[in-house]
């Protein structure tokens, strides 16, 4: 018997290409899903005889009152090695394995640090005027040399990221609530004691921290008022991280001077959010992980996920 399985959320009509699904021949018959699926009833209605789903990170919730109408389904991979939208544990009870792939933090870690240049080189306006016609020479960037970064987080992402920073001779300084002198000191960086004596001394500050009930707004009112006001915020992680009204309405006030955002709370962003028009704002629509490379590592992964299933093997299981 065939299985059917469903590739959600494949924005870019790229996972057929990036790995060799040709090993699953005769055993699974894929299909692709390029354009969301936005209702409970829509996603249903057409994955309701897949046995196998590959889904895109957070892209289409999974929880229990979906997985529960899924009858057939009995093998969920999920890009990347953490899925908060899959409720895990219902998938456990309903004999549905979740498996995850991996992928490689260099993708998310280069997206950080072009949101941090075209911040502060003001790349966006000055390629505008150059584009345009406008005046030659309108902004004064922020140098990086000798400049303070705040890593909120300093786990594989955050020590990429201080390395980088090292070697533009920046002073890095970092926090999060489990993070030792000791730790600190093994990737050359300074603990900070408390959140906010980093959010004062960072002329940017980075976030780099998994979203839990812990951390959720872990950076509010009060984080963002020990901000200086010519630093920079930045968050390529999880925007719940981030108070958002807080943020935007410290952005309009101008008491930091900008952000740099690849995560929001509702995705695609509603077109008259207003951080949309925030002249301060540099955005990009979630392409931290966006990339060839990680891409391939992703559906490469998912379809060995596949294979290991199939031979009553499973590999990389999450939840176990």
């Keep these: 018997m065939t299985l059917q399985c469903a590739i959600l959320d494949d924005y870019q ?20 899903y390029s354009n969301p699926l936005e209702t409970t009833e829509e996603l249903i209605h057409n994955v309701k005889d897949c046995e196998i789903l590959v889904i895109m990170r ?52 280069e997206l950080t640090w072009a949101l941090i240049l075209g911040l502060t080189r003001h790349l966006v ?21 000798g400049k303070t970064l705040g890593l909120i987080g300093l786990g594989h992402i955050g020590k990429r990221m201080a390395r980088i920073a090292q070697a533009m001779d920046m002073r890095v300084i970092a926090w999060s609530p489990n993070l030792t002198a000791e730790r600190a000191q093994e990737a050359g960086v300074e603990a900070c004691t408390t959140l906010n004596e980093l959010m004062e001394q960072s002329d940017i500050v980075s976030v780099h921290m998994v979203l ?11 984080e963002l008022a020990h901000m200086r006001p010519g630093a920079y915020l930045i968050n390529t992680s ?47 629509p979630h392409i931290g992980y966006v990339a060839d490379d990680n891409y391939r590592s992703f559906y490469e992964d998912a379809v060995e996920d596949i294979v290991q299933f199939l031979k009553g093997e499973p590999v990389r299981v999450l939840g176990d």
């Excluded at 839990?212 to 009060?222: D, K, P, V, W």
């Excluded at 008491?255 to 509702?266: K, N, P, T």
Aim: aromatic share 4%.
């Design 212 to 222: 839990s009930e812990r951390t959720r707004h872990l950076i509010g009112t009060e």
């Design 238 to 284: 999880r925007a719940g991280l981030i108070d958002q009204t807080a943020m935007i309405e410290a952005l309009q006030h101008y008491r930091i001077a900008g952000a740099g955002l690849d995560v929001f709370e509702q995705e695609p962003l509603p077109v008259d959010h207003p951080l949309r028009s925030l002249p301060n704002v540099l955005a990009t």
């Design 58 to 109: 957070e892209r289409t919730p999974f929880p229990a009152e979906v997985l529960e109408q899924l009858p057939k389904l009995r093998l969920l991979v999920t890009t990347g090695m953490r899925n908060a939208s899959v409720d895990i544990e219902a998938a456990k009870r309903l004999g549905i394995t979740v498996c995850g792939a991996r992928g490689r933090g260099a993708a998310p870690t």
């Design 125 to 145: 306006a000055e390629n505008e005027a150059f584009r345009t016609g406008g005046a030659w020479q309108t902004t004064v960037g922020m140098g990086l040399y």
């Design 13 to 32: 009509q790229v996972a057929l290409r990036m790995a060799d699904w040709s090993v699953l021949d005769g055993q699974v018959h894929t299909r692709i």
